[in-house]
């Protein structure tokens, strides 16, 4: 019989690793197996109770929600033209900045150690103890916290912001550049109340679960642009630094996955409940969660995306601007960008 219930030493179990994961002077989260294979930190457990939930739901008739890189409407800017275009007239500050800014961004993902996640089974009338919703306080969300920002049990051990830095310094150096500003909040803004029909904690937080989630996707794109940047012989000449440097990003890779797994879970079952409203009633979780679903990835993948494009070329610009054919320069940068749909 397949096992859908889990305890929390269970889901935060870890691999026993061969050998620590030590790279460019950071002591790391996950480990190496006997033959080399990297395996991210308290997955033991997780995914084969990811994969059996995601089993019994789609059992129940009930698909998974897309949580592909389908869902984004723009491609990574700078694209990989432009950056290499960049990196071959050293001007290597747009990529430092992103990737320092990822690990900065990763590290507050901490935060989710600390959350007190309600028991949704309180709001909902299906019994949801064999589903990953049933699991989120039991060690599911501190378990994503301490893969982004570090265990707190751990704290001599980096986790993703380490790991992005290690990243960058692999391919860099370390102190290359200065450390740039970091924007407070890449999810999308309070729009107000968007489930009246449900208590306003449970709604924060799977609003969270949602915003997360875009932000897991979009991670995928990023993931995708970094380790084929890393490994292009125009844009870094010294191949391994940059395959380094890429194999690092994969492994960052690896460990979200779990993250996407778990999430990409947790919605496509609350669209399958029935849930308690406040009125006394219930409404379908279909009902309540696809529009706001919607909106939640038209914001990630246009609104935000379009404005994290101008602040970026704005910033591009204003850095190539101390040149004395900064103009050409930057003309020839945008001739390569790529045509973008309305």
Known sequence: MTKLAYTRDELMASHEYAQPHERAGYKLHGGFLADGTYVSPRVLHRWPAVHAWQKALTDRGWPLIDATTQLLKRGNYPNIRQERFLLSHGIGTPLW??????????????????????????????????????????????AHGADEGGDPALPDVGAHDAMWFAARDLLFGADRYPIPEVPESISRPDTGRLMPQLPAGFEQLILLLMNVLMIEVRAEAFFAFCCEIMRDPVAFPDQKAGEDAALMVE???????????????????????????????????????????????????????????????EAI????????????LFAEFDAMEDTVAA
């Not at 190539?320 to 050409?328: H, T």
């Open 97 to 142: 900045n992103s990737l320092t800014i990822t690990g900065v961004i990763e590290a507050r993902g901490k935060v989710l150690c600390d959350l007190d996640a309600p028991d949704f089974q309180s709001i909902i009338v299906d019994d949801i103890s064999q589903t990953c919703t049933g699991h989120l306080h039991k060690g599911l969300l501190y």
């Open 317 to 328: 610009r204003a850095g190539l601007s101390d040149r004395p054919n900064g103009a050409q």
């Open 251 to 313: 492994r960052i890779r690896t460990d979200e996955a779990i993250h996407v797994g778990y999430l990409q879970t947790t919605i496509s079952e609350m669209r399958s409940f029935t849930f308690k409203s406040v009125d006394g009633g219930t409404v379908k979780g279909k009902d309540m969660i696809d529009p706001i679903w919607e909106g939640m990835v038209h914001w990630h993948s246009v609104t935000q995306a379009d404005f994290s494009r101008e602040q970026t070329r």
